[in-house]
């Protein structure tokens, strides 16, 4: 959602805008935070569903195609922008005949994505080597990932002063993403006594686990700071030295916007996707993986490895820097105004 949240703040002045999201969790909450109109609509995923599951799962798409038809009839958009998601579906289906703008997060599509590519007038990409997933090449852009403008305020000076770290020590990030990541989590807790031994340590443990890491991190010490959850996570990165966390799409536009090397932990059971952006960061020589089953034996070791090679890492900086398109939502808004006029 956070693409979509940067390119409205690319619009904000001079569009009207509704965001449509699926009903339940925290994206109401946080698009709300913006100062944007929410709606909520139905919605259920029917690949990879059990039998049991499918209708209930249909029949919510349905209503939620019902309720996207209502709310086309009233809000009268001129482009709808999409980034992905089962939720997208629904209106995808219901607004026949209007401009429609995907953007594709992470590199490899899926279903969800794939199918909304067949109803969009144009795609946006991320990376260049995510052509090779459409069959419509002629419809693709590679505009970049999108980045919020809150992240270009942070130096590695005023991270630090964030959390009040000393620059004389490196500082390892690690983060599962807003719900967090169990496995992370637990082999962070195991090694974080040893490591604040010679480094600092942000953890963002997500929602899910954050009570359970609250009660065990309570004698780590000023080195190590843990959060549920981080607005300011530009902080987080502009002082981090290294970042261990997935490999979701945020990993292919925000840490090349500050040259941050990564060990890259792809998530084990999902589809594929996370692991085609490790490998395209680790290809370009920015980043390293590390299998989620060799988490607890071979982090500790992965940390200290690369921080104890300053050239290697600084290698890793710039590569990953290398790959940065820091005009990316600037890009797709200009997408967005071209449709609208035309």
């Given at each position: 959602?956070?693409?979509?949240?940067?390119?409205?703040?690319?619009?904000?002045?001079?569009?009207?805008?509704?965001?449509?999201?699926?009903?339940?969790?925290?994206?109401?909450?946080l698009v709300q935070r913006e100062g944007l109109r929410f709606e909520a609509i139905p919605a259920a995923g029917v690949h990879g569903v059990s039998?049991?599951?499918?209708?209930?799962?249909?029949?919510?798409?349905?209503?939620?195609?019902?309720?996207?038809?209502?709310?086309?009839?009233?809000?009268?958009?001129?482009?709808?922008?999409f980034t992905g998601g089962y939720v997208a579906i629904p209106m995808a289906l219901a607004a026949t005949?209007?401009?429609?703008?995907?953007?594709?997060?992470?590199?490899?599509?899926?279903?969800?994505?794939?199918?909304?590519?067949?109803f969009s007038d144009r795609v946006a990409l991320t990376v260049e080597s995510s052509r090779d997933y459409f069959e419509h090449k002629e419809k693709t852009i590679v505009t970049g990932y999108p980045l919020r403008e809150s992240l270009g305020k942070w130096t590695r000076e005023a991270g630090l002063e964030y959390f009040g770290f000393d620059p004389s020590l490196p500082v390892v990030l690690f983060t599962g993403g807003s719900s967090g990541a169990r496995s992370i989590n637990e082999a962070v807790l195991a090694i974080a006594p040893q490591l604040v031994q010679t480094?600092?340590?942000i953890h963002l443990t997500g929602h899910l686990g954050w009570e359970a890491v609250q009660a065990a991190s309570q004698n780590f010490?000023?080195?190590?700071?843990?959060?549920?959850?981080?607005?300011?996570?530009?902080?987080?990165?502009?002082?981090?030295?290294?970042?261990?966390?997935?490999?979701g799409a945020s990993?292919?536009?925000?840490y090349p916007y500050f040259a941050l090397p990564a060990i890259l932990v792809p998530y084990p059971y999902a589809w594929r996707y996370q692991k085609i952006n490790a490998d395209y960061l680790v290809d370009a020589g920015a980043a390293m993986l590390l299998e989620d089953s060799r988490l607890k034996s071979e982090l500790l070791p992965s940390i200290r490895g690369l921080l104890g090679?300053?050239?290697?890492?600084?290698?890793?900086?710039?590569?990953?820097?290398?790959?940065?398109?820091?005009?990316?939502?600037?890009?797709?808004?200009?997408?967005?105004?071209?449709?609208?006029?035309?």
């Open positions: 959602m956070y693409p979509a949240l940067t390119v409205a703040e690319r619009l904000n002045d001079s569009a009207e805008i509704l965001w449509v999201g699926g009903e339940g969790g925290m994206e109401a909450g039998l049991a599951k499918l209708p209930g799962n249909g029949w919510k798409l349905w209503k939620g195609y019902l309720k996207s038809k209502a709310i086309l009839k009233q809000f009268k958009p001129d482009v709808l922008f005949g209007l401009c429609k703008l995907l953007f594709v997060p992470d590199i490899e599509p899926g279903l969800a994505l794939k199918t909304l590519a067949r480094c600092q340590v010490g000023p080195r190590y700071q843990a959060f549920p959850y981080l607005h300011e996570i530009g902080a987080a990165y502009a002082a981090a030295s290294l970042v261990v966390s997935r490999s990993s292919l536009g925000e090679k300053p050239l290697e890492l600084a290698a890793m900086s710039n590569a990953m820097g290398a790959l940065n398109r820091p005009q990316a939502a600037e890009a797709i808004a200009a997408l967005i105004y071209e449709m609208a006029e035309a």
